[in-house]
C-alpha cells in the first residue's frame, strides 16, 4: 500500500470540520480535562497558554476553575467558535490567532496541546514547536500534550480501533462521519472520511476528505523533549494510569523546563 507523504497543517486545515467538530468531539475532553486539573494542581499552576485551543474546549473548562489562560490557534474558524463560546458564558479570555511554532505570548506557568495536535505537524516543525513552547515558559514551567502511541497503533489490528461511524442529529439536520485509518512503520497515520450532512427531506451533501498525523512512541518523544531543553516528568494514558506500551493508545507526556 502507497502511503501519502506527510506534510504540516496548514491554516486553512481545520475549515470544513470546524462547524461540526464539537458535535463529535466536545464529549471526548472530560477526561483529559479533569487530568489536566489534577496536573495544575500538582505543579501550582496559575497561568497557562493553550497553543493549539481549537474551539476552546479546554480554556473554557480552564478558565471557569479559575486558571489565567490564554487561546490560541491556527484557524480562524476554530478561533471565532472559541470566541462565541467564551461570550456566551460570560468568560473573559483572550484569544490570538498564531502558531505553536512561532507565537511568543509571554512566559506561563504551563503550555499545553491537547488532542494529537502536534500530530499535525511534521517532525523537524514538532521541533521547532518544542523550542518555542521552552520559550513560552517560565523556569522549571511545565509543558502538557498528548499524541496517539505509535506501539499500540502499530501491533496486530490496534489500528482498526480508531474506525468510527457517528451519526448526530440537531433540529432538522443529520450529521453522519464515516472514518478508517491506516499506519506504517514511520508513524504516519492516515485517515479518510466520508462526510454526510442531510437537512430535513433534502439531498445529502456528501464529502470525502483525508488527512495524515505523524506519531510518536513514548520514547521518541523522550528524545525530542530531552533534546530541546526538557525533563520529561510523566507519560502516561489520558486517564492518568501508567503507559503501557502495547494497551495505553494515547500518550499523555508531562515535560519540565530545564
Not at 458564558?89 to 505570548?105: C, P, S, V, W, Y
Not at 494497551?247 to 499523555?252: F, G, K, M, N
Request: proline letters at 1%.
Amino acid at each position: 500500500m502507497k502511503f501519502p507523504t506527510h506534510f504540516s497543517a496548514k491554516p486553512s486545515h481545520y475549515n470544513k470540520e470546524a462547524v461540526h467538530y464539537d458535535t463529535f468531539n466536545e464529549k471526548n475532553s472530560t477526561h483529559i480535562n479533569q487530568f489536566l486539573e489534577k496536573i495544575f494542581k500538582k505543579h501550582r499552576v496559575k497561568t497557562i497558554l493553550d497553543l493549539t485551543c481549537g474551539t476552546g474546549a479546554q480554556v473554557l473548562w480552564l478558565a471557569k476553575l479559575g486558571y489565567k489562560i490564554i487561546g490560541s490557534d491556527i484557524n480562524n474558524r476554530m478561533l471565532k467558535l472559541a470566541k462565541d463560546k467564551a461570550r456566551k458564558e460570560n468568560l473573559d479570555i483572550k484569544f490570538i490567532k498564531g502558531d505553536m511554532r512561532t507565537t511568543q505570548a509571554g512566559q506561563f506557568d504551563a503550555v499545553i496541546t491537547i488532542f494529537n495536535a502536534v500530530g499535525h505537524l511534521t517532525k523537524s516543525d514538532f521541533e521547532k514547536a518544542i523550542k518555542n513552547i521552552h520559550m513560552n515558559l517560565n523556569h522549571k514551567g511545565i509543558y502538557v500534550f498528548d499524541i496517539f502511541n505509535l506501539r499500540y497503533f502499530l501491533k496486530d489490528d490496534n489500528i482498526t480501533k480508531l474506525t468510527i461511524d457517528w451519526q448526530k442529529k440537531s433540529e432538522n439536520t443529520t450529521v453522519r462521519e464515516i472514518q478508517y485509518s491506516t499506519i506504517n512503520e514511520e508513524g504516519i497515520l492516515t485517515s479518510y472520511d466520508i462526510y454526510h450532512e442531510q437537512e430535513g427531506a433534502n439531498k445529502p451533501k456528501i464529502s470525502k476528505a483525508f488527512q495524515t498525523l505523524q506519531i510518536y512512541s513514548a520514547e521518541q518523544l523522550n528524545q525530542m523533549l530531552q533534546k530541546n531543553g526538557f525533563e520529561v516528568l510523566r507519560q502516561c494514558g489520558i486517564d492518568g494510569l501508567n503507559l503501557i506500551e502495547t494497551t495505553t493508545d494515547r500518550i499523555v507526556t508531562i515535560a519540565k523546563k530545564k
